[in-house]
């Protein structure tokens, strides 16, 4: 390790995976709810372990992606971090007001939080993945305003980067665009064309920008291969996702009242935005191919190369399978959307957020990254975690597909919990894929603490 601040990432890396543990035992549990309706009922409803299986995703990333910056941005920068206590002080206002957050939510009734957290002055609660209370949205945004002058004056005052420029725009568009949250009208056609500029505007956009960040940084440690080469790729991957993604936003439009010029629009750019994730692929491949050298890590190779096939698949692939208007009047809101969201956020940053961690924890920890072991443990963890999320995205297409015709395409369309009943068998799957996922990160989680021979890092 090359500064001692970076050393801050390590805490940040150990709540992230904590969070993503609570976030995979939720998401069995939904599972199971779907197959079996009471399960936990009433203690645990289904509508409140969604809303924590939602919640703990974002968190966990966000986590996840300020852990990577307080790593990436000192060494890129060549200098210390900024304010290192600021950094460790925002580290612990987040993590109580998530985890008090989480908390609120299992233990009273949504409607009860919402008053004791005083929603009615500055109503914003009550909107899928925006439903923190007031407090927390508050919360957040110190937290990112903290956390954007900390990484800002240390890039500014330190080496300017393609790596770390890119990284601070995305960051910084994460926090605006998250400031919508607060915005909440009354008209639900308004309402929802403004709710979108956050949950689709991350995730669709500024996000991809961090992802490209993280992942250029671990490929040049990685592979050796020049800066140059590397910042070339990158300037035309933000280009091309910033281009899709924003525009691509009208694909939300479709159904929700707005002008009917949205479905070209949205139909158009939505089609264009798996190019950038394919440039990705191809961006990964072409620098690990053209290596100067073989880095002893080579799980943290191995999910570099993962994260770029798998956002393509996930985000990609599955997500313009039901993005052109004609399609999308059939599939919205259906276990189609459901599969795409599940390969889309595993692929594109759950698997990026696991390279950064498992290329810079040996560096952080004092370890040497040879460790074969714990490499063949984790590689072993990759191709569990992946495989079942593979599964997963494939159950949840067909139970998506049979949905589809069952209850809107076919001459005589059944009720809502009738079609359910029809593609119980692709949810038992999709349980059965989760556990097996489950197992996985428990393989990434223990490679950590395994000891065996060891050789020099590079």
Known sequence: MKYQSQSIAKLYFIAAIGLFVGQILFGVV??????????????????????????????????GFMGSAYYLVPEESERELFAPWLAKLMFWIFL?????????????????????????????????????????????????????????????????TVINLVLLTGLTGLAVFFLFSFYNPDNLVLDKYFWWFVVHLWVEGVWELIMASILAFVLIKITGVDREVIEKWLYIIIAMALITGLVGTGHHFFWIGTPDYWQWLGSVFSALEPIPFFMMTLFAFNV???????????????????????????????????????????????QITAAHGHMAFYGAYVMVVLTMISYSMPIMRGQKAGNEKA???EMWSFWLMTVSMVFITLF???????????????????????????????YWMREGAGLVFLGGLFAYIASFFVKGPEVESV
Do not use: C
Not at 36 to 52: H, Q, S, T, W
Not at 105 to 110: E, I, K, R, S, T
Not at 406 to 422: G, H, I, W
């Open 396 to 426: 949840l297409t067909g139970a998506g597909i049979l949905q589809v015709y069952l209850q809107r395409y076919s001459e005589d369309p059944m009720t809502f919990m009738v079609t359910q009943d029809k593609i119980e068998m692709f």
């Open 30 to 63: 939904l599972g199971l709810q779907y197959v079996m309706g009471d399960f936990l009922f009433p203690e645990i409803p289904f509508n409140v372990a969604r809303m924590v299986h939602t919640n703990l995703l974002i968190v966990w990333l966000l986590f």
């Open 375 to 377: 490499q063949v443990l």
């Open 96 to 160: 109580a007001a998530g985890a008090l957050t989480i908390l609120g939510y299992l233990l009273v009734p949504y409607a009860t939080l919402a008053e004791l957290t005083m929603n009615d002055l500055l109503p914003t609660m009550g909107r899928e993945f925006l439903e923190q209370p007031t407090i927390t949205k508050i919360g957040i945004v110190v937290v990112a305003l903290a956390f954007l002058f900390n990484i800002g004056m240390t890039i500014l005052t330190g080496r300017k």
């Open 288 to 334: 690990v191919n053209k290596r100067r050298r073989d880095h002893p890590n080579k799980a943290a190779t191995l999910w570099a190369l993962g994260t770029a096939v798998m956002a393509f698949l996930g985000a990609g692939v599955w997500g313009f399978l039901h993005t052109l208007a004609p399609v999308n009047y059939y599939t919205h809101g259906t």
